[in-house]
């Protein structure tokens, strides 16, 4: 599924970005193998090593180059089941990582960036997907507190209206 400024431009305004961030379901036996495989057809540079690095690693993300272009993708690996919604991209359909989740990764992006004025693209983002969307306030709150990260989304939902 995509989440990032592609799920921020799905449900919000649209925006510019040089990469594309995806999350996949990496928990069954094969998978990797099967990652690898579609990466090489959709025309990425492929090195099995940064798989198995970004496993290892607690952010569990892998970057990945266009053999044609000078664009990105970035992978966020997932053992678990993901929530997503369905959509489509250029009359393509295709999977977003759901509005409240993806709220929820901009608010937690908002906090861990320093120095705050550099987090200006996520939380116009935030604004945006609250803005246009019907979203599960309650869920977002309740993990937002959670999360610590609360009184950034109060201050946000003041800003959007």
Not at 17 to 27: G, K, M, N, Y
Not at 35 to 63: Q, V
Not at 139 to 157: G, H, M, P
């Amino acid at each position: 599924m995509f989440t990032g400024a592609l799920a921020a431009s799905f449900y919000g305004v649209p925006r510019t970005t040089s990469d594309a961030d995806v999350v996949v379901e990496i928990s069954e036996e094969g998978s990797q193998t099967k990652l690898m495989l579609a990466l090489r057809k959709a025309g990425l540079k492929t090195e099995e090593n940064r798989i198995n690095a970004a496993l290892r690693s607690c952010f569990r993300i892998a970057t990945f180059r266009d053999t044609k272009t000078p664009f990105t993708v970035d992978i966020i690996l997932s053992d678990g089941k993901i929530e997503k919604k369905a959509g489509t991209v250029l009359g393509l359909p295709t999977f977003f990582q759901t509005p409240e989740e993806l709220i929820l990764a901009k608010l937690r992006m908002i906090k861990a960036t320093v120095p705050r004025e550099r987090a200006s693209k996520d939380e116009e983002d935030v604004k945006a997907i609250l803005r246009f969307n019907k979203v599960d306030m309650n869920v977002i709150k309740r993990r937002a507190r959670k999360n610590d990260t609360l009184s950034i989304l109060e201050a946000l939902r003041t800003d959007a209206g």
